[in-house]
């Protein structure tokens, strides 16, 4: 199902020609997983603070404290990917539960398969950090806040990993415009998609 792309024109909009071929947004069903682990996660948070309130409140400011950290990181990785490979700038948005960071221009499909993929560090990062905590007998409080921060750092990226799962078989000469919270794949004139 081929569509016509915006008639409106902007930075973002790919070169005149290419024909819109598909919209891409996180699907409801992985929003209702996320939510459900992290409805999962509060009910941990809940034991853990009856068990022990200090120890809930140190686990609490450290989950916190990282977890903010993290985001900023996180989007930062997507922007050094859009920047350096599309030589133009990428905006970052820090909102409490959909930060984004968007290409100003269309990227091809390799730049933005790599921009969706490298932010997976940070996640990796905080795993082996919560790992070698884990090793060397830390506070549990501070393996606690350790591990919902990693928890919760590759449950904001399971919309980064769907869209590259979701574009990993379109041709490179296809370009995607990211506005932010949904994409558009475009192809170029005379291309068949399937």
Known sequence: AIMNGNA?????????????????ATPLWIRLIVFLITFLMFFTVLYRLIRSPLGF???????????????????KCHQVIFETLTGKPAIIRIRPI??????????????????????????????????????????PWIIFGFTLA???????????????????????DCLVVDHGTWTEVYAPPNHKIK
Not at 61 to 67: E, Y
Not at 150 to 172: C, E, M, Q
């Open 8 to 24: 409106s024109k902007s930075s973002a909009d790919p070169p005149s020609g290419y024909i819109k071929v598909r919209d891409l």
């Open 57 to 75: 409140l140190l686990a609490f400011i450290t989950f916190a404290l990282l977890s903010f950290i993290n985001t900023r990181l996180h989007e």
């Open 98 to 139: 959909t930060s984004s960071c968007r290409p100003t221009a269309p990227c091809s499909i390799p730049a933005y398969l790599a921009a969706q993929i490298f932010p997976l560090l940070t996640s990796a990062g905080l795993g082996v950090i919560t790992s070698v905590l884990y090793i060397f007998n830390a506070p």
């Open 150 to 172: 990693t928890i919760s750092s590759f449950l904001g990226s399971s919309g980064d990993f769907y869209w590259a799962f979701k574009l990993r078989n379109f041709p490179n």
